[in-house]
């Protein structure tokens, strides 16, 4: 009989976060437990955390805003901070900022609280010392943002479905946070779990 050295999956519950460190060479498996789930991750170098995820460079650099297995996440310097190696949903967001509070406060015209992407990032990323500005455009994983001819996007439901995952290599020393996204709409009108683990 096999016997597994993995180790069981963390769970991040509806609307949360975690912040964790992944060294280089180690992997991240991100798993959607239930269908239409969306987990927005952004990451800090731990060697200098003025080193963050690029958005821009990582278009840029991959010749495409669908990152997907076999394309590299850059950092604002141009250094490789993470390798897609495997990936079974295959669409995934690099356009949208995390949902924010303020975000929320806008949408609804009000002041009301709204748990949101953004906070519990700056909550995982806590002892770090960075101003919460520097949280930039997440890698929104399962999150399905379409792009029309004219340049229009809208976001659809995701295509994620139960036990979908996406499996990402450090190629860095990293602080990682990541969330279950607590905008309904993104997630199919009903906010999820999002199970991880480091492999
Ligand atoms: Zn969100």
């Given at each position: 009989m096999e016997v597994s050295t993995l180790s069981p999956f963390c769970c991040i519950p509806a609307q949360r976060g975690a912040g964790f460190k992944l060294r280089r060479g180690q992997k991240l498996r991100v798993v959607s437990p239930e269908d239409m789930q969306v987990a927005d991750l952004f990451c800090y170098s731990v060697s200098d955390v003025t080193e963050t995820l690029s958005s821009g460079r990582s278009i840029d650099y991959n010749d495409t805003i669908y990152l997907t297995q076999g394309h590299d996440l850059y950092s604002n310097r141009s250094n490789v901070m993470l390798s897609v190696l495997e990936d079974s949903c295959g669409r995934h967001d690099f356009l949208m900022t995390p949902c924010s509070l303020r975000m929320f406060q806008i949408g609804a015209g009000n002041a009301d609280h709204h748990p949101s992407c953004h906070e519990n990032l700056v909550q995982a990323f806590?002892?770090?010392?960075?101003?919460?500005?520097?949280?930039?455009?997440?890698?929104?994983?399962?999150m399905n943002v379409e792009v029309n001819s004219q340049g229009l996007i809208s976001i659809q439901p995701p295509k994620v479905r139960a036990g979908d995952y996406i499996l990402l290599q450090a190629q860095m020393d990293l602080h990682v946070g990541l969330t279950a996204c607590s905008h309904p709409e993104t997630n199919h009108f009903h906010c999820k779990p999002i199970h991880y683990r480091i492999e």
């Open positions: 806590q002892d770090l010392g960075i101003a919460e500005d520097t949280v930039g455009t997440t890698f929104n994983l399962f």
